[in-house]
């Protein structure tokens, strides 16, 4: 059962003041909050009316709108994708050496820096193609791994790497389908999320493993840690709260091996609803479309009910929850009529295609269509 808002809140504010008596804040106090976000933080702080503790644990991390900001990278936000750092993708990459087939989930980043090394036994198997759109990439296979079907790839690897999303159901699913990729004998290495990114997360890694105890020998937590960078969208959402965007995201990497003589142990994964959204590209940026409709009967508007950036990349965050629009810039929207929507993107090819299209609509939806696809074409973004 989930913990009420206001002892969630308690429980952050003793771990803050534990840590600042430590004489730790920023970034290193982040790191060691064990996965509660630095928008929780803050939020819990404030709630609290810790005003010293706010100042001590945000000094030199404040910022204040609007600023430009340069987007290097834009991040798929339906999927929460967190890309590794780069050392910390050559470190991972590292792991592979001395195995004669790899399976990665999810890394794109590790992939990479494997193939950078002129290695070609590795395959990628990822639904998001952005880092290999432009070009056919050998070894990439674009697959859902919550649904599609791996048999043809079956007990083909020696060792699988994975970084499955940071909820139980779907990572359960993904560690399924390991167990479909690894031969007898062979290594999984998967990221074990932190205890405190929601009140729910100490019982999940627990069941988790336990289930990795009944599939694999001798499972273990490795000394590498997971470091990741803050994606585009959530770069934004920081910034909306008035934090400067920081790499603060880490985790940890167990891993075990296959039984030689593999058993075919059932794994409970319970159905997971596959994801109904469809992609474009509106000049560098990339926007996300749910065909499900809102019950709003405005065609375009934000679900927040204040600014059009959301407050945070959380699933359970409820202007998130409510989004059928969502874009690697932190935007979050709600549609009556999806599919029009997506027809109004395709006919976007040049920047000034944004203001006729804008100008089909009517006022508050047009002139809100305008300024999304304003904020998303360029390189730079004013938040």
């Given at each position: 059962m989930n913990k009420p808002a206001s002892t969630f809140d308690a429980e952050i504010v003793e771990s803050?003041?534990?840590?600042?008596?430590?004489?730790?804040?920023?970034?290193?106090?982040?790191?060691?909050?064990?996965g509660v976000h630095p928008i929780e933080i803050k939020r819990a702080?404030?709630?609290?009316?810790?005003?010293?503790?706010?100042?001590?644990?945000?000094?030199g991390l404040e910022t204040r709108g609007p600023t430009l900001r340069e987007v290097k990278r834009d991040d798929n936000p339906v999927l929460s994708f967190w890309p590794f750092t780069s050392d910390c993708a050559r470190k991972?990459?590292?792991?592979?050496?001395?195995?004669?087939?790899?399976?990665?989930?999810?890394?794109?980043?590790?992939?990479?820096?494997i193939r950078e090394t002129q290695r070609?036994?590795?395959?990628?198997?990822?639904?998001?193609?952005?880092?290999?759109?432009?070009?056919?990439?050998?070894g990439y296979v674009q697959c859902d791994l919550l649904s599609d079907a791996l048999t043809s790839f079956e007990n083909n690897f020696d060792l699988v790497i994975g970084d499955p999303p940071w909820y139980f159901d779907e990572y359960i699913s993904w560690l399924k389908a390991a167990i479909c990729l690894i031969r007898p004998g062979g290594t999984i290495v998967f990221v074990l999320y932190p205890q405190n990114i929601r009140d729910t997360a100490r019982h999940e890694t627990k069941q988790i493993l336990k289930t990795l105890e009944n599939l694999l020998d001798g499972v273990r937590s490795l000394a590498l840690a997971a470091e990741?960078?803050?994606?585009?969208?959530?770069?934004?959402?920081?910034?909306?709260?008035?934090?400067?965007?920081?790499?603060?995201?880490?985790?940890?990497?167990?891993?075990?091996?296959?039984?030689?003589q593999k058993a075919y142990r059932p794994i409970q994964a319970k159905p997971v609803r596959t994801n109904l959204w469809t992609e474009r590209r509106i000049g560098c940026g990339r926007i996300f479309v749910e065909d499900v409709a809102s019950d709003n009967s405005v065609f375009l508007q934000t679900a927040h009910p204040n600014h059009r950036f959301l407050s945070s990349?959380?699933?359970?965050?409820?202007?998130?929850?409510?989004?059928?629009?969502?874009?690697?810039?932190?935007?979050?929207?709600?549609?009556?009529?999806?599919?029009?929507?997506?027809e109004l993107l395709n006919d976007v090819r040049v920047g000034s295609d944004i203001e006729k299209i804008g100008n089909q609509l009517d006022g508050p939806s047009g002139e809100l269509f305008q300024l999304i696809a304003n904020d998303l074409w360029g390189r730079f973004i004013t938040v």
């Open positions: 803050v003041r534990r840590l600042v008596e430590d004489s730790r804040s920023g970034t290193d106090l982040f790191n060691a909050m064990g702080l404030v709630a609290s009316d810790e005003q010293g503790l706010l100042k001590t644990v945000f000094a991972i990459a590292a792991l592979a050496e001395g195995y004669e087939s790899v399976a990665l989930l999810g890394t794109p980043t590790v992939f990479s820096a070609d036994n590795v395959i990628l198997f990822d639904s998001d193609d952005y880092f290999f759109r432009e070009k056919a990439t050998e990741y960078e803050t994606p585009s969208f959530e770069q934004i959402e920081l910034i909306q709260n008035g934090i400067c965007p920081t790499n603060w995201r880490k985790a940890a990497f167990v891993s075990g091996k296959v039984p030689l990349p959380s699933r359970r965050d409820p202007s998130r929850k409510k989004a059928n629009v969502l874009s690697s810039r932190g935007h979050g929207l709600t549609c009556s009529h999806p599919r029009r929507l997506l």
